[in-house]
């Protein structure tokens, strides 16, 4: 998941300039929140960031090397004063917040005494947890450095958001992406991919999985049966399956983007109208999967929802 440092200045300059000041000058801030469009490499620049602040070895702008002990403990997230929550799969709580507090009161920082926290995913993270990490900002520690990452930043608390350094991405240019992807996949998939707005690194890594093959034919094999009772059967019973691997947020977002793509491109010979319905179910669907839901009930209600979109007369 390394970051492409060339690529990172290329693509998004003005991030670039400003970490790079950051880091040469040691104008640091306690908080930063990385926010911007989903397709933009925010996850991956969290690292870079991170691996940055402890690097022995950094570059003439500031960066870290990536292949020193303390960038690699960083990346493989072993360094002890070093804590990553991923709040995309599982959304961030008061616990989790409260973990770091502690774990930072418990431990010896490393390497020139700096501990570094990320909450990706923060944009999502409960009202508990907002408050709890609003505590913790408002009396930062010296050596401490927390990294918030974000898609929406409307989403969090401007309390918040005023703590930290605001770190936006541009949108990354999608046919790069595809350019890109066509070398692991083909030219569909990476299209796909593209358009939902996902990076090259974490189309790389999802591409990597069995599951995604398992989500793409499904989807495929959805829309063009989509009214039928069989079909929704065959995904209760072979995809998603209650405490299946495939029953879980990330999957099944996956599965909705690839349904979306695929009625864009030809809408099973629905009509414009319809298929406009069916297209609201499931963007509103992606807001709802956003919040805590029960998620069997919750992929019930979209394939009834649809089935009555495709079998009604207007």
């Given at each position: 998941m390394n970051m492409n440092k060339k690529l990172l200045k290329e693509t998004q300059p003005v991030v670039y300039k400003t970490l790079s000041n950051a880091l040469t000058k040691d104008h640091l801030a306690h908080a930063y929140l990385f926010e911007g469009d989903k397709s933009a490499?925010?996850?991956?620049?969290?690292?870079?960031?991170?691996?940055?602040l402890v690097c022995q070895h950094k570059d003439e702008d500031g960066f870290a090397c990536q292949e020193c002990d303390a960038c690699k403990r960083i990346e493989h997230g072993e360094a002890i004063d070093y804590k990553w929550i991923d709040g995309t799969k599982n959304r961030i709580k008061k616990n989790d917040v409260l973990k770091i507090q502690e774990l930072f009161e418990t431990t010896s920082a490393e390497i020139e005494d700096r501990r570094i926290y990320v909450l990706e995913g923060f944009d999502d993270a409960t009202v508990d947890a907002s408050n709890s990490l609003l505590k913790f900002l408002e009396e930062p520690a010296p050596g401490i450095f927390g990294i918030l990452i974000a898609d929406e930043k409307s989403n969090i608390l401007?309390?918040?958001?005023?703590?930290?350094q605001w770190i936006h991405f541009r949108p990354a240019s999608r046919m790069n992406v595809v350019n890109k992807l066509i070398e692991k996949c083909d030219q569909d998939t990476a299209q796909m991919l593209a358009n939902s707005g996902y990076t090259y690194n974490k189309?790389?890594?999802?591409?990597?999985?069995?599951?995604?093959?398992?989500?793409?034919?499904?989807?495929?094999?959805?829309?063009?049966?989509?009214?039928?009772m069989n079909e929704i059967f065959s995904l209760q019973s072979e995809v998603f399956i209650a405490k299946g691997s495939l029953m879980k947020k990330e999957w099944i977002r996956l599965w909705i983007q690839w349904v979306l793509y695929e009625l864009k491109k030809d809408g099973n010979n629905l009509s414009l109208a319809?298929?406009?319905?069916?297209?609201?179910?499931?963007?509103?669907?992606?807001?709802i999967?956003?919040?805590?839901v029960d998620l069997a009930l919750f992929l019930d209600k979209i394939y009834f929802d649809i089935k009555k979109v495709v079998k009604s007369l207007n």
């Open positions: 490499p925010k996850k991956e620049t969290a690292l870079l960031f991170a691996q940055s401007p309390t918040i958001q005023s703590r930290c189309a790389c890594e999802l591409l990597e999985y069995e599951e995604f093959s398992i989500i793409r034919q499904a989807a495929k094999d959805y829309v063009k049966n989509m009214g039928s319809k298929r406009v319905k069916i297209q609201t179910i499931l963007v509103e669907a992606m807001d999967l956003r919040r805590p």
